[in-house]
């Protein structure tokens, strides 16, 4: 049986592990809200570019358009880029559950599926842990990169993954690009996403149907092609950007269920230690009673 002594030492340690717990849920809280606001700044320059890139392609004459694999009439364009590329976002760290191992194998079942008859997909992965899971699955992974660790370092990542990007499709001639991650859905639980980056959508070759927001529709002066090159860049970082922001925002809410998690074991241990503690002090109250009883027995037969 553990001595008072000892049972105050568990209990001072499982306290200050709570406390740590804690602080750790509150952080995750604070950074889940940090990522999300990175999103929301983003959406009116996202609409912004979507906008431009949609009169400048369905402006475009009837010859084959950037990263698609058809022209403007509908024809199909026979081109060798048959491959098919994957952006993999995970976490560097860990105490986040399941997170790097449910979005890796989300990744293998669909990229599996879209390579049936073709050469397997390659990946990039931004995130340590997440690499490691991807080989677990038997995916190829081209490069890593490290997960920012503020909002402020988005941008950094997103920098590197279009040079890495650019120089990857050039090398392995990939027509298709896919990004998975996992997208926050509650406070503390999120889902695996997937989205496209290349080739750009269908629904940017064809006229908008809503109305336009201005009183005229919009027209350019400069050259098309250096345009429409600066706005498919931007339209890219805008899709990196938020699948990074949103992955690092499930990452917190996975990191709450796990400290959600950890603060119930924890209650729990506290409980049965503070049980064992009354227990073991009432036993100790109980024998010094004895002998007191038994010492007074001893000295009333003496008299």
Same mark, same amino acid.
């Given at each position: 049986?553990?001595? %008072?002594?000892?049972?105050?030492? *568990?209990? *001072?340690?499982a306290?200050?592990?709570?406390? &740590?717990?804690r602080?750790m849920?509150? @952080?995750?809280?604070v /950074?889940?809200?940090?990522?999300?606001?990175? &999103?929301d700044?983003?959406?009116?320059?996202a609409?912004?570019?979507e906008?431009g890139l949609?009169m400048? %392609?369905?402006?475009?004459?009837p010859?084959? @358009?950037?990263?698609s694999?058809?022209?403007a009439?509908g024809?199909?364009?026979?081109h060798d880029r048959?491959?098919t590329g994957a952006v993999? =976002?995970?976490?560097?760290?860990?105490l986040?559950?399941?997170?790097?191992?449910?979005i890796?194998?989300? $990744?293998?079942?669909?990229?599996? *599926?879209?390579?049936?008859?073709h050469?397997?997909?390659?990946? %990039? $992965? &931004?995130? %340590?842990?997440? $690499?490691?899971s991807?080989?677990?699955h038997?995916?190829?992974?081209?490069?890593?990169?490290?997960v920012p660790?503020t909002? /402020?370092?988005?941008?950094?990542?997103v920098?590197?993954?279009l040079l890495? @990007?650019?120089?990857?499709r050039?090398?392995h001639?990939?027509?298709?690009?896919?990004?998975?991650?996992?997208?926050r859905?509650?406070?503390s639980t999120?889902?695996?996403h $997937?989205?496209?980056?290349?080739?750009?959508p269908?629904?940017?070759?064809?006229?908008?149907?809503?109305?336009?927001?201005g009183?005229?529709l919009?027209t =350019?002066s400069?050259?098309?092609?250096?345009l @429409?090159?600066?706005l498919?860049?931007?339209?890219?970082?805008?899709k990196? =950007?938020?699948?990074?922001?949103e992955?690092?925002?499930g990452?917190n809410?996975?990191?709450?269920a /796990?400290m959600?998690?950890?603060?119930?074991?924890?209650?729990?241990l506290?409980a049965?230690?503070?049980?064992q503690?009354?227990?073991?002090?009432?036993?100790?109250?109980?024998?010094?009673?004895?002998?007191?009883?038994?010492?007074?027995? &001893?000295?009333?037969?003496?008299?």
């Open positions: 049986m553990q001595t %008072l002594e000892a049972l105050k030492r *568990k209990t *001072k340690s306290e200050d592990l709570q406390s &740590v717990v602080t849920k509150a @952080l995750a809280a /950074s889940i809200r940090q990522y999300e606001e990175a &999103v700044s983003l959406e009116q320059y609409a912004t570019i906008q949609r400048v %392609l369905w402006q475009a004459p010859d084959e @358009l950037p990263f694999g058809k022209r009439n024809a199909s364009v026979r048959s491959g993999v =976002f995970g976490s560097d760290e860990g986040c559950g399941q997170f790097n191992e449910q890796a194998r989300f $990744a293998e079942e669909r990229l599996r *599926k879209k390579a049936a008859g050469q397997p997909a390659r990946c %990039l $992965a &931004v995130g %340590l842990r997440v $690499a490691n991807l080989r677990d038997r995916l190829q992974v081209d490069g890593e990169l490290s660790g909002a /402020s370092g988005i941008t950094t990542v920098q590197h993954l890495q @990007l650019d120089a990857w050039t090398e001639r990939l027509g298709r690009i896919l990004l998975f991650y996992n997208r859905h509650s406070a999120y889902r695996p $997937a989205s496209q980056l290349l080739p750009i269908e629904k940017f070759r064809t006229a908008d149907t809503r109305r336009w927001p009183p005229t919009p =350019f400069m050259d098309r092609g250096p @429409l090159s600066a498919v860049q931007q339209f890219l970082f805008v990196l =950007f938020r699948a990074c922001a992955s690092l925002a990452e809410a996975s990191r709450i /796990s959600q998690s950890a603060e119930r074991n924890i209650g729990d506290l049965d230690l503070k049980q503690y009354n227990q073991r002090r009432q036993d100790a109250i109980t024998e010094e009673l004895l002998d007191v009883v038994t010492g007074f027995e &001893v000295l009333r037969k003496r008299k």
